[in-house]
């Protein structure tokens, strides 16, 4: 008998040398405005997020049939050619209100090819049917209505090709930075049951091994661990990826990725070196027990373009994080 | 006979000429294109999209008119060139700017920008990182406010990039350099002008560059070469600066504060600090109130084990001073307060701070290392003399730079291929 399961995902188009205009024609979702992904197409969380703007954020990861990704220490999976990772942000019409439903803003694709990993992004139209290839990025003024019943908005940005590879790189070479086996290292609700992630793409049979041993990250937003471990996870996710020694910002000297372990590299009594206006007429990046002396507080809580820090990624301020590092500042040593 | 086989050969080669040019045209899948863009709507997406879709050997001209954007443009494409209509006709204007750290961001290697202008960037104007191959033609950066605190902080802005051309290029107002070139290799900043920044032109922690025919003037401080602890590239090198003027540096320092140029006084015309090999001539030195040239050591508090924070094997010839040190800016950074306090008011031409090892401050810098100092008589030198001072001395200085004469050892010029 005939193996009837045909696979719907368009393996040839994820590995040809153009994007396609529509992202319905990679056939990644059974249905794309309701974003039900077809089987093969295994939905993931990270420990620790980008803070993009609040959008929520949904992610996926596709392996070819018969492939299977290799478990590399500290970095993540190598992924065979054919794969993809696809990222759709959006936001909820109204966050105390699941069913009036979401408004999709972009779908990010990272694709494996044969030469390597290539990035664009899809901005999802105003009937919510379908999302067309923004190689230039977009502008798209949003509006949503928050936890407390705020009004809120944002002139989002829909990242170009270009601005991908500021935090998707190493050696300049675009790269997935996200699926990090000590990332994925948590339970999740599947379709068939909750499992730890790590343990479900075993089962899947879309990577080859993962350790037993392996040293996460905090989830930064949880609140009952150490508040150090907390802010290096969000450091680590938020700026390490340019500010690290290997990253588009290893000019600076300040390194803020999650195996730094030097005071002047993290930024204690640093001065900073080609910051401009970013100083806000500060003197050090971090000054212990000063927070409102420390201009790396400074920047992120910025949200001027010449001033703010991470430079892309985001236009509003991340409250609660500032709220987190402050503290973290003040409560430090010397 | 003789004159036939000579025909037969020669025509031998012309064939055999010919048929390696068309194996190469075929071989070769470089076909490059123009691409045109025209001011109008949609510019930004329009443009930033020919960015990304270029390809190597492509040209992007970028027809000559006014556009202004909200975002930041950027370019990953190797091998190109992007061109306008000239710094005055092809007008990018981001006074507008709502998002990106700066106007134009080049991340590729082998590019050549020409003939346009970057207005009012909220952060840097033009920034270029990790390229190998840089050619900044006929540009103009300019904050068009005047010199303020809140403009961006470069003007040009290559850093950690090699064989950097900055030629014929204008940079005005910007709140730390104008022109700017950072941990690079292989460097020409050239008939360039530098005008109404705190930094005119600054070559920092770089390796062999040549500043030459530039006007740094009404900046704070004219050129910088400076070198700095705790980066992944220091012990700045090689630097040859001659036939510039640096004149007239009167603007006050409007750095924003805890930034190292902040510490700049108003009215220098050319600080070397750290650095070794490095050679100053024929420029003309004039008109600055603090004073003319300035040799110092870094002074700040470092950890850094790799760093030496003192200058070596400076060498000062063949330059032209007009008046200073008429008006010292004594409130900013220690430099003019410390030279006005020790020279009793009469400021030199030329100040050496005399920092250096303990054992270099008594007993003299080595043959190997020593500043050498060849300039007309008239010309004024102070240097701080530790001994003297260690010796109780009311005016620890030494101002007889015949001291300093030596044999000059030339720096090589330094050459990118191509230019």
């Not at chain 1, 996200?178 to 479900?200: H, M, S, T």
């Not at chain 2, 970028?62 to 950027?74: A, R, T, V």
């Not at chain 2, 540009?139 to 605190?149: C, D, F, I, Q, V």
């Not at chain 2, 900013?332 to 401050?361: C, H, R, Y």
């Amino acid at each position: 008998m005939l193996c009837t399961k045909l696979y719907a995902v368009n393996d040839n188009l994820i590995i040809s040398e153009a994007f396609p205009e529509k992202l319905s024609d990679f056939s990644f979702f059974k249905d794309s405005s309701a974003q039900i992904p077809h089987e093969e197409v295994i939905p993931y969380e990270l420990i620790s997020t980008l803070f993009s703007d609040y959008s929520y954020k949904q992610r996926w990861v596709y392996v070819p049939k018969s492939k299977k990704a290799k478990y590399e220490e500290d970095w993540v999976f190598n992924f065979p050619t054919g794969s993809a990772l696809i990222k759709t942000f959006y936001y909820p019409v109204d966050e105390r209100n699941p069913s009036a439903g979401k408004q999709l803003l972009e779908t990010r694709l990272l694709l494996r090819k044969e030469d390597g990993w290539e990035a664009v992004s899809y901005a999802w139209n105003k009937e919510q049917n379908e999302a067309y290839k923004k190689v230039a990025g977009k502008t798209i003024n949003v509006a949503w209505t928050d936890f407390v019943g705020e009004e809120k908005e944002v002139r989002y940005r829909v990242p170009n090709v270009n601005q991908c590879k500021e935090c998707h790189a190493a050696d300049d070479k675009i790269s997935p930075i996200g699926p990090k086996a000590r990332n994925i290292n948590k339970e999740l609700e599947f379709e068939d049951g909750n499992f730890n992630q790590l343990v479900y793409w075993m089962n899947r049979e879309i990577i080859d091994e993962y350790p037993l041993e392996l040293n996460s990250p905090v989830d930064w937003m949880d609140e009952s661990k150490n508040i150090n471990d907390r802010v290096r996870s969000y450091l680590d996710v938020n700026c390490g990826h340019c500010h690290s020694p290997t990253g588009n910002a290893n000019s600076t000297g300040l390194y803020l990725h999650l195996n730094e372990t030097r005071d002047i590299h993290l930024g204690k009594y640093k001065k900073p070196v080609a910051t401009g206006r970013g100083s806000g007429g500060l003197k050090y990046s971090i000054v212990p027990g000063k927070p409102e002396e420390s201009i790396l507080l400074h920047r992120m809580e910025s949200m001027d373009p010449g001033v703010m820090m991470p430079e892309s990624g985001r236009a509003l301020t991340h409250e609660e994080a500032v709220v987190m590092v402050r503290e973290w500042i003040l409560l430090m040593q010397n | 006979m003789g004159k036939n086989i000579f025909k037969q050969i020669k025509n031998l080669y012309c064939f055999r000429a010919f048929a390696v040019f068309v194996a190469i045209f075929f071989a070769s899948n470089i076909i490059s294109k123009e691409i045109i863009v025209e001011p109008g709507a949609n510019a930004h997406e329009r443009l930033q999209e020919a960015m990304i879709l270029m390809e190597e050997g492509d040209i992007l001209r970028i027809k000559s008119g006014y556009y202004s954007f909200e975002d930041g443009l950027s370019l990953d494409v190797d091998g190109v060139s992007v061109v306008g209509d000239g710094m005055e006709e092809t007008i990018l204007d981001f006074k507008d700017q709502k998002a990106g750290a700066q106007g134009l961001l080049v991340t590729s290697d082998k590019v050549t920008l020409k003939d346009f202008s970057i207005l009012d960037a909220k952060g840097d104007a033009l920034k270029v990182i990790g390229a190998k191959g840089i050619n900044m033609i006929n540009l103009r950066t300019e904050w068009t406010g005047g010199p303020k605190s809140t403009n961006g902080a470069y003007g040009f802005y290559p850093v950690e990039s090699e064989d950097v051309l900055i030629d014929g290029c204008v940079a005005i107002g910007a709140s730390d350099a104008g022109i700017y070139v950072g941990q690079s290799k292989n460097i020409i900043v050239r008939n360039s002008i530098a005008q109404y920044n705190v930094a005119g032109i600054e070559i920092e922690n770089s390796y062999y560059a040549d500043v030459y025919n530039n006007l740094a003037s009404h900046n704070t401080g004219g050129i910088l070469i400076f070198d700095l602890p705790d980066l992944p590239q220091q012990g700045g090198h090689h630097i040859r600066v001659f036939e510039n003027q640096s004149i007239d540096n009167d603007t006050d320092n409007f750095a924003p504060e805890g930034n190292i140029v902040g510490e700049v006084p108003r009215g220098t015309g050319i600080i070397i600090m750290a650095n070794s090999d490095v050679e100053v001539f024929n420029n003309l030195l004039s008109g600055n109130g603090t004073v003319n040239l300035s040799i110092v050591s870094y002074t700040d508090e470092t950890d850094d084990p790799n760093y030496y924070p003192h200058p070596r094997r400076v060498q000062v010839h063949n330059n032209t001073y007009g008046p200073g040190g008429f008006d010292p800016d004594i409130n900013t950074g220690e430099l003019a307060k410390t030279l006005f306090d020790i020279s009793n008011g009469n400021m030199p031409d030329i100040f050496w701070d005399g920092v250096g090892p303990l054992s270099q401050m008594i007993f003299g810098q080595p043959d190997d290392e020593k500043l050498i100092i060849s300039e007309d008589s008239e010309v004024t030198f102070l240097t701080i003399s530790a001994l003297k001072y260690m010796m109780g001395f009311s005016n620890p200085t030494r101002t007889d730079k015949e001291e300093f004469k030596g044999v000059i050892n030339p720096l090589e010029p330094i050459n990118i291929d191509g230019i």
